[in-house]
């Protein structure tokens, strides 16, 4: 996807993104609501008119070829797509009817632990329930492609382990999924890559291990006292007076360095620190850093 | 599996969900069918072939604008609203498949109901249409505008309930204009009428019954062509509009 730009009236949702997303790989698309990330998997799935720019999804333009990319691709949309007066093995055995690959109603059911279910209308379920079924349909066949959008909104933590397994099964099978989430944990545990969209652009993209070393990390401490002069570190230092001392926080790109000559500076001084913490950047931190706006627009 | 397999199999689906949903078998089976058995009864039975014409353009009408146009226009919208018709986008099915089958089974009801009519009239002794082809024009050119109609009218309702308010206008259209054509005199002015949605279904049900198809009209052309260029004018124009402006999506 190249320099995608998609305008609703004079609205523009998506301001120019290039995505690249690689074979038998779990790729999310991570964001906050209104970010583009519909709006993006619409265009990968040929409902979306882009106004600008180049897509191709498993080579294919999904504006004009979207019957033979549906073929190959399996959708999850963000909500609904049922007849509620439909029993869960009716929506299926329509399904089976509906899409050229070949499944079994029966198989699914029972992956997706809806088989006591088989008989109760589509609208009766619970929310956790027709989320599976929603991902049913959308894995049935095992397509080359996935898209799910926001694939455990709304689901308690046991189904949510649940659905990222059957999204690893799918990558174990060497499928392709392209999911977007608002769950930084989700992107943590599933994906291999990641692209953070922010008003329509993409502000980071890359694997997790590049994004995450991309950024400083930090650590922190309390001080007793004022602290006065502390050590030269290469990152920077705020202070923050708090009630038994005073809180260091330091960012730094040399963790190792910085916080060694921190912690013999007060060793040296017989100081005791309380509170310390060290960690490298965390997806949740580059995240906030995105919402407020500081990290540049690549 | 063709597309024909994957349209037989959706439109079945949607019929046994009419049946399935009372207020829907209510409105669009129950209603039409009691009013078209009523008026069989009350202008069927006379030995003037032009009550029986008012019995039949009104029955035709009905069903074509509580059976076929309003269920029709519900069903794709309630499908459009719950995203269903997205769904089914990322199957098999075509585009026009996927429509055909969401309005088939309306069409499917309306058409039984227009056969026990038929039969209603053969039983109480109705006079026959003189020449029954102005009949079977009205039928096509009625199923024609009634589901395109359909497809325009789901352009500017948003949500199933509003469908309630936007099938109002047209459905009354249809039956006040097929009611009064079926009767009004067939020269001067009153031909004017006949440009009216729904208007030519009652002026060619008059045909069918009390004869004159080939007669000369206006500008001596036979008397049927008015109501068969009306006929087609606005299947296009809400054909047209459908194709331009049909959304699949309830979100933009």
Redesign the interface.
Known sequence: MRDLHVH?GDFEAVRGIDLEVRRGEIFALLGTNGAGKTTTLEVL?G?GQRSGGSVRVLGLDPATQR?AL??R???Q?Q????????TVA?TLR??Q????RTDRPERLLERFELTARRDVAVGKLSGGEKRRLDLA?AVWGSPELVILDEPTTGLDPESRRRTWDAIQELQEAGRTVVLTTHYLEEAEALADRVAIMHAGRVAVQGSLGEILASRPAGFSAIVPGGAGELPAVSGTVEREPVDDGTRIRVRTTELQRDLTGFLGWAADRGMRLTELRAAPASLAEIYHAVRAGETEVE | MSDAGRVLALAGTELRLVLRNKTVAVSSIVVPLAVGVFWAFSFGASTQPGMTAMAVALQLSIVLAMGIYVTATQTVVGRRHNRVLKRLRTSGISDTGLLVATVAPAVVIGLVQLGIFGIIHAVIGSPWPVDPFPLVLALLGGLALVVTAALATTVVTPSPERSQITTLPLTFLLLAAAAALAVVPSQGWWQALVAVPGAPIGRLTQLAYEGGTWAAGPVGLPALLPAVAALLVWPVVFGYLAARRFRWDPRH
């Not at chain 1, 909500?79 to 439909?86: A, I, R, S, T």
């Not at chain 1, 009817?97 to 050229?100: A, H, I, K, L, Q």
């Open positions: 609703y799935e409902f019957g549906r073929e691709m399996g959708v949309l909500e609904g797509g049922f007849v509620d007066e439909l009716e329509l399904w009817r509906m899409v050229d349909m």
